[in-house]
């Protein structure tokens, strides 16, 4: 036997289960590719609006990003009189920032001290005076990667005593193989679809108390905004997942990256460490909160320069030493990642040279998504066999589908999700890649689409869709794919 | 550690501490970045609120950064990073043709013409296409395949990334890796995350830090009776020692492999940093492939490259690449699977590696001046490896050998017993003590040898070669005064 063979693979890898949506992905790559060597195939353009990428389908960056990335990248620009004047001072305060006033250097593991301060003041004006310290504050190359060094730390034990964490069903598609690899339990909670995907107690009780004896939970993780469900909790729900996690001894991770996106009528995002610092002494001294945000977030939408942070809240300080530790293995964040998030979170202000079309971006893509989020939901809710609740923020819709029987047999046949083989078929004969959803209880399915898209485009996937549903749902499935 | 509340009920401790965190984690550290750079940052901090030092700047000649310590960056790499970042910047008639040319490719390959888009997990494809044909030109016309490169967030993360794919077994049976001593801490700090066992074969310090294969077997012997040996990790051109290793021990080091059925991975980061005559870069692949087919399609090897070293020194963009060689096909298919969980690596990183494989031709307007900046930067660091020899070798106690290579000097420091004494009595490794007290007498920052592991009862450090050379000879005469003040303070 000469080859290292698949038995001498850690089994931990072996044991990271490939989302639907990465089964789905794989296909899409083929398709790709054959359309790039000119295989004749449909004459349309292919649209991919499976996964939160808001740029790959054609939203555009926020300028003032871009341009004081361009400048720090090569610093002859900051002569350049066709750049407004606060890019160029910005990114020189920015080089300044850098050791050797260079994007090429390394930085702390836990990011640049200036980048730090700038979210602890953000987080601060954000949270309305709750005080944000740089210290507690950790850049990492994206939130997964944050998320990632926090499930390691809390990983540990085997069989019964393996660490567990509490995860929504339905969830980001990523989470599972996150928690696979670092040979972590998930243990799912169910969201409410009746109530819009709401986060319900008792649910949590009973998720909690099902796997106590299966396996030891530490923390539960939460997304707010929903992804993919686009629910955002209102207070009250926020206060109760805060004493239930005080009285079980649970960790509390966030994932907060859509923050910024709320856009359902008179309703706001408040933070989870807003709230907790409004609640009782005992609870704001003791609970444990890691919240997380992203490059990713939908007005800034950077997900190609990897870059997000973590903030700890009530965390040991022992323990923070660590998080720096096990960030140092991947030395540092992205620079010019890290200097996007300053720009993110400390944009041009009033009277600034690039304040008004910064504005003016920014209301186009919330604009954009709150018109998309209400032009596809009536479209969808329109389309028999299809039901999908109203988000209130995020970038997905979360569609249900009631899957003819056909396709379902026949997805049976061939080993695949019955969804996986609905996204499959809507590729192949529409060019068009949504997302899969996680099955529901009693077998229910659905999509995860992103509809932070341009409108054009959108109208150009909701006319895809609904072609492709209502064929399917007339005729008879005949066909082996 | 449960504290009572100012009202007298009992506080219950915290959820997460260090007690109950994952037991690994604890045994994770990191050298280059450790306790000496801490000291360093608040020394910084100190001299910024003006109190008085020995000296007014710390020289970090800890970290293998190059732009840090003010080398320049390429000019045409980013000129072309601009344009892709800010595309109107196309129209800009400041940027020479060939550089747009390369943005608007990489833009076309990205999604939705952006480098903000995320990529495939495994890079973006027509960069993995570039990479191969580097890789082809390199080493003079043997195939790559794209499907064989992974783009990387730094050359770290595909290293570690290997190695998480082959660590298994348990107790005996459990995986070992054999990593060189002295070695870069960044592979003892994975073997400890991942809870593998360490396998340390030593570098002959006597033969300008050699490999031999007599000790290569001798350390896998001895790990035989405690763990399964699967893997073997080799750095070259070598850090922290610089070495760069002939054709034949490569030779050596790949039969090794073969008879033992050990997994090879090639660490190639410094692969254009070769300085000392009579020294050339020999890639392992190439080696293996000239080595013929019996060696060359059954020898499992992963090689790494990264952006961050050579002459573009840009660390900051955590850009990289593994090519797989020999690579199961169920196995690669796991290795594709782990990939993509991290979703993809730093689209701005994969641009400058496409640029590093791509870079300007003899044709192109911006060829002069990039060859000249690149000519440049290497005269520089081989001039400085000269002078680091040259000059440390003058100093009683310390003997150093010639810095072949890379970006570091490692060299052997005689301390007297008093000293070692009085580093115990504090509780600090020897080497440690030393590094401390230089950095606070002379605000140097150099890495203690005890991070990177050397035979007992030998004590080394760790410099960079990287300072402007007048600062550069600053610090060597600094440390070699120092040394001797130390001796005589010990004696």
């Known amino acids: 036997k000469l080859m290292m063979s698949l038995q001498e693979v850690n089994p931990r890898v072996r ?352 604009a954009t998504l709150a018109q998309n989020s209400q032009r596809a939901l009536k479209l969808l809710n329109d389309l028999p066999g299809m039901s999908c609740r109203p988000a209130m923020g995020g970038i997905y819709l979360y569609p249900r589908l009631d899957l003819p029987a056909e396709i379902k047999e026949q997805a049976n046949m061939l080993g695949l999700e019955a969804v996986v083989l609905y996204c499959q078929m809507l590729l192949e004969e529409e060019d068009l890649i949504v997302g899969a959803g996680d099955d529901g209880t009693s077998g229910s399915h659905y999509l995860r689409l992103c509809i932070l898209v341009p409108p054009d485009t959108l109208e150009e996937v909701l006319s895809r869709l609904s072609s492709f549903h209502l064929r399917l749902s007339d005729r008879k499935l005949n066909r082996i794919v | ?78 000129q072309v990073l601009a344009l892709c970042s800010y595309p109107e910047l196309l129209e800009d008639n400041k940027f020479p043709e060939d550089a747009k040319q390369r943005a608007r490719r990489i833009l076309d390959a990205c999604g939705g013409h952006s480098i903000g888009a995320y990529s495939a997990s ?75 066992v360490q396998i340390n074969y030593y570098l002959d310090e006597d033969n300008c830090w050699s490999l031999n294969v007599a000790e290569l077997k001798r350390a896998l012997n001895e790990a035989k009776q405690h763990c399964k040996p699967r893997v073997l990790c080799i750095i070259n051109p070598g850090n922290p020692t610089g070495q760069v290793q002939s054709r034949q021990c490569i030779e050596d080091v790949i039969r090794f492999a073969k008879e033992e059925h050990l997994f090879l991975m090639a660490d190639e980061v410094y692969q254009d940093n070769v300085y000392a005559e009579g020294c050339k870069f020999h890639s392992f692949k190439k080696v293996l492939f000239e080595m013929g087919p019996e060696y060359s399609s059954t020898v499992e090897m992963a090689s790494f490259h990264s952006t961050s070293k050579c002459y573009m020194g840009e660390c900051g963009f955590r850009g990289g690449y593994m090519e797989v060689i020999n690579m199961d096909p169920e196995v690669k298919a796991q290795l594709t699977k782990l990939v993509s969980v991290r979703l993809c690596p730093p689209v701005p990183g994969q641009a400058l590696l496409d640029l590093v494989v791509n870079p300007p031709q003899p044709d192109e307007p911006s060829y002069t001046s990039f060859m000249k900046e690149r000519t440049a930067v290497l005269a520089a660091l081989a001039e400085k490896a000269r002078l680091t020899e040259e000059i440390f070798n003058t100093v009683p106690g310390i003997t150093c050998n010639p810095v072949q290579g890379a970006m570091y000097t490692f060299p052997r420091i005689t301390l007297p017993p008093k000293a070692i004494d009085k580093a115990k009595a504090e509780g600090k490794v020897p080497d440690m003590f030393y590094c401390m007290k230089l950095l606070e007498e002379e605000g140097i920052c150099l890495v203690p040898g005890s991070g990177f592991g050397q035979k007992d009862g030998t004590f080394h450090f760790r410099m960079t070669i990287l300072p402007p050379t007048e600062k550069l000879k600053v610090v060597l005469q600094k440390i070699r005064d120092f040394h001797l003040r130390f001796t005589n303070e010990f004696s």
Not at chain 1, 244 to 272: G, H, M, W
Not at chain 2, 16 to 25: G, I, Q
Not at chain 2, 146 to 175: F, H, Q, W
């Open chain 1, 15 to 366: 044991g990271i289960r490939l989302s639907s949506q990465s089964g789905l992905h794989s296909l899409t790559e083929n398709n790709t590719r054959d359309i790039i060597q000119g295989a004749p195939q449909s004459f349309k353009e292919q649209i991919n609006i499976s996964s939160g990428d808001p740029q790959r389908a054609g939203m555009k960056p926020i300028s003032f990003v871009r341009q004081v990335l361009a400048v720090c990248l090569c610093p002859e620009l900051l002569s350049d009189e066709h750049l407004p004047l606060d890019v160029r001072l910005r990114a020189l305060r920015l080089l300044e920032a850098c050791d050797g006033e260079s994007v090429g250097s390394y930085t702390a593991s836990s990011g640049l001290p200036h980048v730090r301060q700038t979210i602890a003041e953000f987080i601060m004006k954000r949270d309305e005076g709750v005080p944000a310290y740089a210290k507690n504050i950790f850049i990492s190359s994206g939130a997964q990667r944050a998320l990632m060094v926090i499930v390691k730390l809390l990983s540990g034990g085997e069989g019964r005593l393996q660490t567990g964490v509490l995860i929504p069903h339905p969830c980001p598609h990523g989470l599972l193989p996150l928690l696979d690899e670092a040979g972590v339990m998930a243990v799912p909670y169910r969201l409410i679809e009746e109530e819009n995907w709401a986060v319900d107690l008792s649910e949590l009780e009973r998720a909690l108390t099902t796997a106590r004896g299966r396996c030891e939970p530490r923390a539960i993780y939460i997304s707010n905004p929903g992804n993919p469900t686009g629910h955002l909790q209102d207070r009250e729900s926020i206060e109760e997942v805060i004493e239930f996690v005080s009285t079980e001894r649970l960790l509390l991770l966030v994932d907060e990256v859509y923050q910024d996106s709320v856009y359902a009528p008179n309703k706001e995002f408040i933070s989870y460490k807003k709230v907790l610092f409004e609640m009782d002494e005992h609870l704001r001294d003791t609970v444990e909160l890691v919240s997380f945000h992203s490059l990713s977030c939908a007005c800034v939408a950077e997900c190609g320069l990897r870059a997000g942070y973590m903030e700890a809240v009530n965390m040991d300080p022992g323990v923070m030493h660590f998080v720096d530790t096990m960030l140092c293995t991947d030395i540092n964040a992205p620079v010019t990642g890290q200097l996007a998030l300053d720009l993110m979170l400390s944009p041009p202000g009033p009277g600034d040279p690039s304040y008004n079309t910064f504005v003016h971006e920014t209301l186009v893509t919330r």
């Open chain 2, 122 to 196: 495994q890079g973006i494809e027509c960069i993995r296409q570039d990479v191969a044909r580097y890789i082809e030109k390199r080493d003079g016309g043997i195939s790559s395949s794209p499907d064989n490169i992974y783009l990387s967030t730094g050359a770290s993360d595909a290293i570690v990334t290997i190695l998480k794919l082959l660590v298994c077994g348990e107790g005996r049976d459990r995986t070992g890796v054999m990593i060189s001593i002295p070695q870069y801490p960044l592979y003892s700090a994975a073997l400890a995350d991942l809870a593998a």
């Open chain 2, 1 to 78: 550690m449960s504290q009572e509340a100012v009202n007298g009920v009992p506080c219950r401790g915290k959820v997460l501490t260090v007690e109950n965190m994952n037991p690994n984690v604890k045994r994770v550290e990191y050298a280059v970045r450790g306790p000496i750079v801490q000291r360093a940052v608040q020394i910084e901090k100190e001299l910024r609120e003006g109190v008085k030092k020995p000296f007014t700047e710390v020289i970090k000649a800890n970290i293998g950064d190059a732009q840090a310590m003010g080398q320049r960056p390429i000019t045409f790499f980013r």
